[in-house]
């Protein structure tokens, strides 16, 4: 056999080397198809890929010494017991949010104003979601955010 997908399909491979490749080639390809001037998707794509070639580097550091307690980490945050976790969160933060997104006044994307509302305590997020004290007609988010 010589050839065996599972000697080149590494966990270090789909987790470091793949995501930067394909987050690199989409930058690629938006940066040939534009006119000079960086969008919002290219800067984008550009931090994602400066942020996962840190991550590669982060994990190439297991192999020295100072490096020794990196991977002991990443098999405790990637265990089953911290994705179960990690899933739970996902679904109260989704739920939580859909009920903003449904309840919202104007036409803006109450996702960034959740999260800044939610984790910041952000006192213009939270008028634009409503929760101003100061609005008469707030109780129902007000009772949402509380739940």
Do not use: H
């Amino acid at each position: 056999v010589l050839w065996r997908p599972k000697a080149f399909l590494t966990t270090e491979l789909l987790v470091t080397e793949l995501p930067l490749m394909v987050v690199k080639a989409l930058f690629l390809c938006s940066v040939v198809s534009g006119d000079g001037i960086m969008t919002d998707i290219q800067e984008a794509l550009l931090t994602t890929s400066i942020f996962l070639q840190c991550v590669k580097f982060i994990y190439m550091l297991r192999l020295t010494d100072l490096g020794k307690g990196i991977t002991t980490i990443l098999r405790t945050f990637f265990s089953k017991s911290i994705g179960e976790i990690m899933f739970i969160g996902v679904l109260v933060f989704t739920s939580v949010n859909l009920c903003f997104s449904i309840s919202k006044q104007n036409n803006q994307s109450s996702s960034l104003y959740f999260y800044k509302a939610l984790l910041f305590g952000d006192g213009e997020a939270q008028t634009v979601l409503g929760l101003d004290p100061g609005q008469t007609d707030s109780g129902m988010r007000t009772f949402l955010m509380i739940i």
